[in-house]
């Protein structure tokens, strides 16, 4: 799998690899599709929209997304992950979305009206580093929205390293504004249920952060 300029990319670890063929279960499906509600109602769409969706996976919440934009981009570190993206794009091809092995700071489009982001903004190490090349990618007055966990116990993961136990809304919400953002609304909207390890049956605090370039 190539990058935009053509070359085999080197990020990390395809730490995906072993979930992208049981990725579309129905739990990803429900928790997509209440993401997708939100970005329907905090957003104003129309059909010139210019869409990144950072961390895209097999393309669960952007592809509910194709026809309220004229260009859209799917990125994602999971060569496994957009391979199963790349096979819905072939049995169903859309000329205006494209999607692409990528991080944020190796993306050489901007001027997007709308960057999404769903459940991956805690696997980001570096904030700061994502909100500056969120802001830099957006034209001025694009949106940003993020759903991702609220602060959790570190169960949701088990044994696997995130960076990020969930967040602190208000937290998240500063270091937004550190970087130019000016935030509209943060809140929580949902809630999800996942078997641990002990095999007990836990529910975790999903949030939104709908943010502004200004």
């Not at 935009?4 to 690899?17: K, L, R, Y």
């Amino acid at each position: 799998m190539l990058t935009q300029d053509n070359t085999i990319p080197n990020f990390m670890e395809d730490t995906f690899a072993h979930k992208a063929l049981t990725w579309d279960n129905p739990r990803k499906i429900s928790m997509t599709n209440k993401f997708v509600k939100e970005i329907e109602k905090l957003c104003s769409f129309s059909s010139s929209l210019k869409i990144l969706e950072i961390g895209t996976g097999t393309g669960l919440v952007g592809l509910q997304l194709v026809s309220k934009a004229s260009e859209m981009l799917l990125i994602d570190t999971s060569p496994s992950m957009l391979q199963i993206l790349e096979k819905k794009l072939q049995d169903n091809p859309y000329p205006h979305v494209k999607c692409l092995h990528a991080t944020i700071e190796t993306i050489n489009a901007t001027d997007f009206d709308l960057v999404i982001s769903f459940m991956t903004w805690h696997h980001i190490a570096d904030l700061s580093s994502a909100f500056t090349s969120v802001y830099t990618l957006l034209k001025k007055g694009g949106k940003l929205l993020i759903g991702d966990l609220l602060t959790e116990d570190g169960s949701f993961h088990g044994d696997e390293f995130v960076p990020h136990l969930g967040f602190d809304m208000q937290m998240l919400r500063t270091i937004a504004e550190n970087h130019g953002f000016k935030v509209l609304q943060v809140y929580p909207y949902a809630e999800v249920e996942k078997q641990v390890q002990n095999g007990d049956i836990n529910r975790y605090g999903q949030f939104v952060l709908f943010a502004e370039k200004i």
